[in-house]
């Protein structure tokens, strides 16, 4: 282990393993520590969706930007990431809905999205798999650039890219303690050593207000276990993600043919608790048998659990702090993987002092200070 | 391909039925499972692999490895070595399309027992018998007939009187079979899809042909779900016609079909040799059992039936690769030196239509680590194991395991660990009259068993296995 380095990255998930690529590819000796293995926590638990159709500008510019780098990512880190582009299908239920639907079109057309409301019609044209009845739905929305990617691949893709550019990565090392010095990150001290650094980022996900701590600082964050579930794998028949805000819904057929996907369980739970329930897989199967009759046919293979590390606004928190050194990148609240690869870029602008390509100053923590606007889109 | 003449077994096969394979009609036996009956008409080839399209064939022949899934009646992915054939039955490759029409929805069972125990092999009808006596028991099993890997004994069992010595495996399927049946339910062809904490223990089952769910409030679980076979790595190990051995003598001694005319067994442990010798007896030819130690692992006694029937073993040798087009239909063996490595120029190459693994087991884990007993890797013990106390009690309370699940060892050990698991497990929900007798008395049996040179690696594994079950426990119990 390095006695010293530039930037200390906290946790090896994808935002982790992003922000270490973009620093080594500006020269910053970078380490990344992490507690378990690579995408241990919700990076390897999460359905990998990647959606430009949000309600804040933020988030949709933040996943219009991702997605131009998801496009070129295979080119650029040389490794492949599973990226398939088969669009986002969001179910509309009513007139609020649509209200809503419109409000966010105008936006997401206005930076330059490819979004169109479509009719039951069209539903049924782009996955005939579904059944607009059963889904409650009387429009949706589809915007065709959005899709999913491997969230392993991904994860590894950046992680092999930042090693052959310098990173190191410390697997199976906890962090346990941050040294601060006249308000200034010095050192981060772990069970397998010491490293002296001028920079922190924490990107621990879910545990990312126990790290916050430790520096002083309290985030608002708090993990949330969510459940998510894969079927045996059947013939391909639609490409795209299909969600519902009303249901919490979200599911997709994989490369290989899995259904993947997940819905908040009646069990959802505020704590780091780990064990599936019953009640979501009965919830899930009953909810995707509804928008998906065919799929009443098919088994489920595994559950599993993962944490949502949520913010009250369900916004992430980015930047700067009062600890000088120590950078926030956390409280995802769910869609931390879609927007890894801009916000990767961005944090290693600011960290290398370089004119950011997007403001994020309305990202940054001190906003629980005031009053908040929350984003709406969520699922899972 | 079927066995006509056997010195030992008597296949009792049923009435005479017809399906058909990929539009072709073809003969089988009520009672056989669809692989069974696809393997007495020659056939093979089951599924491709996903991404290349490889074709597969099955290996352990007791659904757990997932490459005999086809399309049964319209349904995709069913594993055909535990689903039964039936008249008129459709079976074709596997397309993964959906089955048009409406689903039943599933009759829900709920079930309060005071032990439940998942497996109904060697170590978990023993339990069963055990406790049944004194509190209410159900055994869930997914194969279609109970008695686990015993079914396909045919050689005579070692040990003491108590564990029936002198008595052959597929005897005393049906003796454990016959007592447990009387005594306590037993859920055949039911599959236990997952463990839930509701703060009691709570385990959802399915049966897909009766399309059932049972969900079980049970006080106590005994795990007793066996191993899976290891497969090994060399070029074209997924060809079909390279099993597990005992998918082959699954296929051989509970439904009377050869897996082919000359095999190659990788292994010369106990389950290698006997494999050999159960080959011999059912008329198909062995053309050598090769061993990667530089000595034979098994019985002495085994080795030298083996030897008598005209079959070399071959010490410090390994298989290199295994080439067929659709099926095996030769390998290329090497020999090895101190360092494993291959001999330059010692490659032979060797005329099968199938080749056995018999390379170990590993204990099927996975369910009984969703109850959150903590589960460590002990490599003597053969992988991932559940620790455990004396008792066979897990790190979490009412949590029981048994069988190879908890070690792998002979079947006369998992016959006693399934009976000290069962006895402990009603005993702690009401005291048992003669509790310390009777546990007395089975642990002695067991330490007896273990006595022998070949007691020493299980031995030391359990040895571990307690060690650290008691450094976890001095921490307080989990879950």
């Known amino acids: 282990m390095k006695e010293r380095a530039e930037v200390v990255v906290i946790g090896g998930g994808i935002n982790g393993s992003a922000i270490a690529y973009e620093l080594a590819k500006r020269g910053k000796e970078v380490v990344v520590v992490e507690r378990k293995w690579l995408a241990y926590g919700a990076t390897g638990r999460c359905g990998a969706g990647i959606r430009q159709q949000w309600s804040t500008k933020e988030n949709a510019l933040l996943a219009k930007k991702s997605v131009e780098i998801f496009e070129k990512l295979e080119e650029e880190l040389g490794h492949e990431i599973g990226l398939r582009q088969g669009g986002y299908l969001i179910a509309i239920h009513d007139e609020e809905d649509m209200k ?37 739905a009387i429009a949706a929305t589809f915007c065709p650039t959005d899709g999913h990617a491997n969230p392993f691949k991904t994860t590894y893709a950046y992680a092999m890219a930042a090693q052959k550019m310098g990173a190191e990565f410390y697997k199976f090392t906890e962090v346990q303690d941050i040294k601060v010095e006249d308000g200034k990150v010095k050192k981060v001290i772990t069970d397998k050593g010491e490293i002296e650094t001028k920079w922190v980022v924490n990107a621990a996900g879910a545990w990312s207000s126990k790290i916050s701590k430790m520096v002083g600082l309290e985030i608002p964050n708090k993990p949330v276990r969510k459940e998510a579930m894969v079927t045996e794998p059947v013939k391909r028949t639609f490409d795209c993600m299909v969600i519902s805000f009303k249901h919490g819904i979200y599911f997709s057929q994989q490369d290989e043919g899995q259904i993947l996907g997940g819905i908040p369980s009646p069990e959802e739970k505020v704590g780091y608790y780990t064990q599936p329930t019953f009640s979501f897989l009965r919830h899930m199967a009953y909810t995707l048998g509804k928008y998906a009759p065919p799929l009443k046919h098919v088994r489920i293979l595994r559950q599993w659990t993962g944490f949502y590390d949520v913010t009250p606004d369900a916004l992430p928190i980015l930047g700067e702090t009062d600890i000088e050194g120590f950078i926030q990148c956390n409280g995802f609240s769910g869609h931390g993987f879609m927007i890894a690869p801009m916000t990767a870029k961005l944090l290693a602008q600011l960290i290398c002092g370089e004119k950011l390509d997007m403001d994020i100053e309305r990202l940054n923590m001190s906003r629980f200070e005031g009053e908040i606007v929350e984003e709406k889109s969520v699922v899972g | 391909m079927r066995i006509e003449e056997h010195p030992v077994l008597e296949f009792e096969r049923g009435k005479e039925i017809y399906f058909y394979y990929n539009g072709k009609k073809m003969k089988a036996y009520e009672g056989e499972t669809i692989a069974a009956a696809l393997h007495a008409n020659g056939i093979t080839k089951f599924s491709e692999s996903t991404k290349f399209h490889r074709p597969r064939g099955f290996f352990c022949g007791i659904g757990k490895c997932s490459s005999c899934l086809m399309k049964v009646d319209g349904v995709p992915n069913v594993r055909t070595c535990i689903t039964l054939v039936k008249e008129g039955m459709v079976v074709e490759d596997n397309d993964g399309e959906l089955p048009d029409g409406e689903v039943q929805e599933a009759k829900t069972v709920e079930m309060e027992v005071d032990i439940a125990i998942v497996g109904g092999g060697a170590a978990g009808l023993s339990a069963a018998i055990e406790a049944s006596p004194y509190a209410s028991v159900v055994v869930i099993d997914e194969n279609p007939r109970p008695g686990g890997q015993l079914i396909k004994q045919t050689h005579k069992f070692f040990g003491s009187k108590e564990e029936r010595a002198g008595t052959r495996g597929i005897e005393i399927a049906r003796l454990l079979r016959e007592e447990a049946s009387k005594k306590c339910n037993i859920l055949l062809n039911t599959s236990v899809i997952g463990y839930y904490d509701r703060g009691h223990h709570f385990l959802v089952a399915v049966n897909r042909m009766e399309n059932v769910v049972y969900e079980i ?239 020493a690696r299980p031995k030391m594994a359990k040895e571990k296995i307690r060690e650290r079950y008691h450094e976890k426990m001095g921490k307080g119990r989990s879950g």
């Not at chain 1, 079109?105 to 798999?129: N, T, W, Y």
């Not at chain 2, 005994?222 to 191993?227: D, K, L, M, P, S």
Request: glycine fraction near 12%; include cysteine.
């Open chain 1, 100 to 136: 809503q639907a419109k409000k966010n079109v105008e936006m997401q057309r206005s930076i330059g999205l490819p979004v169109r409301i479509i009719g039951e019609d069209e539903i049924k044209e782009i996955a005939p798999i579904l059944d607009p009845k059963g889904m409650e």
């Open chain 2, 217 to 455: 409030k049970a006080r106590k679980i005994i795990f007793a779900t066996g191993a899976q076979e290891n497969m090994l790595v060399f070029e074209g190990n997924d060809l079909p016609g390279i099993y597990g051995a005992g998918g082959v003598q699954t296929l051989m001694n509970v439904y009377g079909v050869k897996p082919g005319k000359k095999g190659l067994i990788v292994g010369a442990g106990n389950v290698g040799l006997i494999l050999a010798y159960q080959l011999k007896q059912a008329g198909v030819d062995v053309v050598a059992i090769i061993e990667a130690m530089p000595k034979i692992g098994g019985y002495m006694v085994h080795a030298a039936k083996v030897r008598r029937c005209g079959v070399p073993i071959y010490t410090k040798h390994s298989i290199k690769r295994a080439y067929g087009s659709e099926r095996v239909e030769g390998a290329t063996i090497v020999e090895l030196d101190e360092n494993w490595n291959y001999v330059e120029g010692s490659e032979q190459d060797v005329e099968c239509d199938f080749i056995c693994l018999a390379v170990g087991l590993t204990p099927s884990v996975r369910l009984v680590a969703q109850t959150g007993a903590e589960i460590t890797y002990i490599n003597e013990a053969g992988g991932w194991i559940a620790l455990h106390n004396e008792y066979m009690e897990t790190t979490k309370e009412g949590i029981y395991v048994a069988g190879d699940l908890a070690n792998i060892e002979e079947a006369s050990v998992a016959m006693l660990e399934g009976k000290i698991a069962g006895l402990h497990a009603a005993h702690s929900i009401a005291p048992v009259e003669n509790f310390d007798e009777k546990m007395r008395a089975y642990m002695e049996n067991l330490k007896i068993f273990r006595e022998g040179v070949f007691g």
